[in-house]
Nanobody, 120 residues
Framework: QVQLVESGGGLVQPGGSLRLACTAS????????MGWYRQAPGKQRELVAS???????NYADSVKGRFSISRDNAKNTVYLQMNSLKPEDTAVYYC??????????????WGQGTQVTVSS
């Protein structure tokens, strides 16, 4: 199986910055893509940003220009640099990893979530 360990959440004032990190480990043959989702109270989980093994990125419109996703393929680690944070960015952020664990078989794996709170 695949385990994801997240770090970097916390409380920050509006306009501040945070950096999230997530490392995947376990029976990984190859990682297709990694990304971050978030879920605010009473709302559905939504994609924040994703990055493929080839470093192609995708961002939610609400975070474009403020958030930046990157990855270290050798370490199976993905980072989310969050700048100019707004109160509406407050949510639990979940790391996602799409990986092959055997030939021809991939699956989505999730971290436990890390709380990001933007408040003065």
């Amino acid at each position: 199986q695949v385990q994801l360990v997240e770090s970097g959440g916390g409380l920050v004032q509006p306009g501040g910055s945070l950096r999230l990190a997530c490392t995947a480990s376990g029976s990984i043959l190859s990682v297709v893509a990694m990304g971050w989702y978030r879920q605010a109270p009473g709302k559905q989980r939504e994609l924040v940003a994703s990055i493929t093994a080839g470093h192609s990125t995708n961002y939610a419109d609400s975070v474009k220009g403020r958030f930046s996703i990157s990855r270290d393929n050798a370490k199976n680690t993905v980072y989310l640099q969050m700048n100019s944070l707004k109160p509406e960015d407050t949510a639990v952020y979940y790391c996602n990893c799409r990986a092959y664990t055997s030939v021809g078989s991939w699956d989505d794996y999730w971290g436990q979530g890390t709380q990001v709170t933007v408040s003065s």
